[in-house]
Structures are given as structure tokens and as C-alpha cells.
């Protein structure tokens, strides 16, 4: 280590000594703007002056005090070698602002597991910040001190604790829930600030719809859709169902805006005030009110798709079909539910929308998807596969309730496309592992 005295102790050896009995006597008596007043001093007061300053305790810092002051000369320091924690100023050591004390006790032994845990169970159903991203920006200085990636690390690691729960970890269901409620009440503190909602950002987004995932698995319904409103909205408010705003952008930043979008939409449209009680992306919104995200879901497709996308890709291709009118006839606030005629949905449009849906996968999503369905997960092909019968399902129940069903001419409105929608379920859930069902949670079973 190196000496950040070393150039004063080499100035003092090189000096001429001016001690009494020394060689030489050549001691300056006076110096402009000195403590000893500019006025020369005579050999005597000098001698005397100097004798006082000397006969204090002796210490290297107070010796090259005394030095300084009587000659008057700075010896060049070496900026490396001195430290401001040397004797001579006696700065004591600051840490840098800390925004999250949680984060930072919790980070190597609860929340960075849980996030290994996180990007294997959760990720391929909302794959919005892959986890190069988010280590990254982790270990990142500036970004630990955002609230809002703080905000959404913590929402992370609190919604992969308790959903989903394997067979094995059950037995800590209540431990998991108490942190799971610490690492969120973090997580709700840090987006309380007065400004929050002025600068949009993805993170913000992301930190609400995890909030509101793990307050619905905590069973709060209530405050879950509150957080779920904010996210939708927070999304609206950045124009992420407009196609003008992702012009300019990064390709990364375009494809991380169009999943958040895609993932909001989706579950805006996943409604089931009464039929289900569904986890995560399957909660309902709309109990009562609009869609924000009103329109075609799957217009802004100009970007090429990738493994983490096509999941996200065909469901929205599956819920394109529910628009306002089918949302208000869903809950039920269409002209039915006072016993009047309803315009919302037509026999003409059960007809359609259930024809678009029926038949093998490359007729209703196209050519060339057989090819991007070996590239899902597991768990993504139980969540797409699952999620297009039980629409199909939902869909002919409304009609049937509106009374457009009949053993007529038309198969979609007959019984046997929901039998057939049925015998579909069970050979899907034949060929899955029951790992990727459980990895849905319990809310998986409400929609078989």
C-alpha cells in the first residue's frame, strides 16, 4: 500500500535544517498573509514563535503543520497514493443512498433464488424482461436505485413464492405468504411516491400486474383489481396499443413494449365474473366497465416473432374475438338482462367467431404455427391449448344463454361442438405433463 506521506517525509529529509545549533539559520521571518502578520519578524520572536509550534505533541501531521506554517512551502502530493481517509483530514465513510433496506439484506439469500425461480415457472407465460436484462440492470449501481425496477424485482420475487406451489412446498405455504406480504408491502412503498404515473415506464407496469398476481393468489380480490386497473391504464397512458409509438424505437425496447401489451390485452379480455375462479393472467377486469384496449389486439405484429413471443402471439390471435360487445354481453350488461332484444351478439357472429375457432391448429392459426408450437414450453402449450377450447366453450355458452343455440343447420350452435371442445380438453391434458398444468396453480383447474 502506498504512503501518502512518503512526499512529505522525502521534503522534510531534503530540507536544510533550521533547528537552534544547526548549520544554517536562514528561516524566513515573515511571509505575506501569514499567521505572523506581514511585518518582519525579529531572529528572536521568530525563534521563540517557532519554539511554541514545535513544542506541541509530536505527530506527523502536526509536524508538517508546523513546517508548512513557517516556510511556507507545499511539497507536490501524489493524487494516487493520498486517500481523504488519511489522519490529515479524518473523513469518516459514507455508503451510497439506498432506496429499498429489504433489497438489500434480502438480495443474495431470498430474492435472487426467487427470481431463478421466477424465470423458470412464470416467465414463458408474461416474457417481458428476460433475465439477462434483469440481472444485468441488477447488478447495475444507477437502476438498484429506481423504485420502479426495485418495485418489480420485489413483485418478482414475491409472485414466484407463492404461485405456483409445487406438491413439495406446501408445507411452507404460510411462511412463503408471510414474505411474500413483506417483500410486496416494499414493493407498495416504493411506488407511493407523490410523482408516481408522471414518467411511464415499463418497469411501473410490470411491478402492478405482479402485484396484482400475487394479491389475487393472496386473496385479495380487491386491491388486485385496483393494481390490475393501473397497470392497464399505466399501459394506455404510454400508447402501447397505438402502432405510431413504436416507431424509432430499439428492436429490443419495440419487442419488450408489444409482450407488456400484449400480456395487458390479453388479460383485460380473460373475463369470468361468475364462471371461474382463475389465477394471474386468467382474473377478470371487466366486472364492470369497458376494455381499454378496445380494437384489434393483434394489428401490431411488425416485428418478426421469437420463442418468447409466439405464446404470447396466438393467444392474442384467441382473444381478438372479444371486443367491447362481447365483453358487455359477458357481464351481462347488454339489453338481455332486462328482457329485451340484444344487438351485441348476433347468431351471424356466434357463427362466425365460433368457426374461426374450430379445427386444427394450423386452420385456425394459420400455416407454418405446427413449426413455432415445438418451440413452446410445456407449460405454454398447456396455457395456449387450454385457454383456445375453454373460449371456444365460453363463447357458445353465452349464446346458448342469449337462446341462439339450436340443432339446426348451422354445427357451431348444436351441442356437439361443445362436446367435441370437451373430447378436445381431456386428449390435451392426456399429452401434458402434469408438471406443466400445476405450474398454472389452482386457477388452471376452473377453466377444465
Not at 434483469?134 to 424485482?153: E, G, K, N, W
Not at 386468467?282 to 409466439?310: C, E, M, W
Not at 370437451?422 to 376452473?446: D, K, N
Amino acid at each position: 500500500m502506498l504512503d501518502p506521506f512518503a512526499d512529505w517525509t522525502a521534503f522534510l529529509a531534503s530540507r536544510p535544517s533550521s533547528r537552534p545549533g544547526s548549520r544554517s539559520h536562514s528561516r524566513p521571518t515573515s511571509r505575506p498573509g501569514s499567521r505572523f502578520g506581514s511585518r518582519p519578524l525579529s531572529p528572536v520572536k521568530a525563534e521563540s514563535q517557532w519554539m511554541v509550534v514545535r513544542s506541541r505533541p509530536a505527530t506527523p501531521t502536526s509536524l508538517v503543520i508546523s513546517d508548512y506554517l513557517q516556510q511556507g512551502l507545499v511539497p507536490e502530493l501524489d493524487p494516487i497514493s493520498f486517500s481523504l481517509s488519511a489522519p490529515l483530514f479524518d473523513v469518516p465513510f459514507t455508503p451510497p443512498e439506498d432506496i429499498s433496506p429489504i433489497l438489500t439484506l434480502t438480495l443474495e439469500t431470498l430474492v435472487k433464488p426467487q427470481l431463478d425461480v421466477f424465470f423458470v415457472r412464470i416467465f414463458p407465460m408474461m416474457p417481458v424482461f428476460p433475465p439477462s436484462y434483469t440481472f444485468s440492470r441488477l447488478s447495475d449501481p444507477h437502476a438498484i436505485r429506481c423504485p420502479d425496477f426495485v418495485a418489480m424485482i420485489l413483485s418478482m420475487s414475491a409472485l414466484s413464492l407463492i404461485h405456483p406451489l409445487m406438491s413439495h412446498e406446501m408445507v411452507e405455504k404460510v411462511a412463503r405468504a408471510k414474505k411474500a406480504k413483506v417483500l410486496l408491502d416494499e414493493a407498495c412503498r416504493l411506488m407511493a411516491r407523490w410523482d408516481h404515473g408522471s414518467k411511464v415506464t415499463l418497469e411501473a407496469i410490470m411491478a402492478n400486474y405482479l402485484m396484482f398476481g400475487t394479491l389475487f393468489e393472496l386473496g385479495h380480490t380487491g386491491p388486485a383489481r385496483l393494481r390490475l386497473k393501473e397497470a392497464v391504464h399505466l399501459g394506455a397512458e404510454m400508447c402501447l396499443d397505438r402502432v405510431e409509438s413504436y416507431q424509432g424505437l430499439e428492436l429490443y425496447e419495440r419487442k419488450r413494449r408489444l409482450r407488456m401489451y400484449w400480456v395487458l390485452a390479453v388479460t383485460e379480455r380473460y373475463v369470468s365474473p361468475e364462471w371461474a375462479r382463475l389465477t394471474c393472467r386468467a382474473y377478470a377486469l371487466q366486472r364492470s366497465g369497458g376494455v381499454v384496449f378496445n380494437g384489434s389486439i393483434k394489428r401490431i405484429t411488425h416485428i418478426d416473432l421469437d420463442p418468447p413471443s409466439i405464446s404470447l402471439h396466438y393467444l392474442t390471435q384467441i382473444f381478438s374475438y372479444l371486443d367491447q360487445d362481447i365483453i358487455t354481453c359477458w357481464n351481462n350488461q347488454c339489453p338481455r338482462a332486462s328482457n329485451q332484444t340484444c344487438h351485441h351478439l348476433t347468431r351471424d357472429r356466434v357463427i362466425l367467431i365460433l368457426s374461426a375457432l374450430n379445427g386444427s391448429a394450423p386452420e385456425v392459426f394459420g400455416e407454418g404455427s405446427e413449426n413455432d408450437f415445438k418451440q413452446l414450453t410445456d407449460s405454454q402449450r398447456a396455457d395456449l391449448f387450454i385457454t383456445w377450447q375453454w373460449v371456444k366453450n365460453r363463447i357458445w355458452r353465452l349464446a346458448a344463454i342469449h337462446g341462439l343455440t339450436s340443432e339446426d343447420d348451422a354445427p357451431e350452435l348444436g351441442v356437439g361442438y361443445v362436446v367435441s371442445a370437451a373430447m378436445t380438453t381431456v386428449a390435451i391434458c392426456r399429452r401434458l405433463p402434469l408438471s406443466a398444468m400445476e405450474s398454472h396453480g389452482t386457477g388452471f383447474v376452473s377453466p377444465l
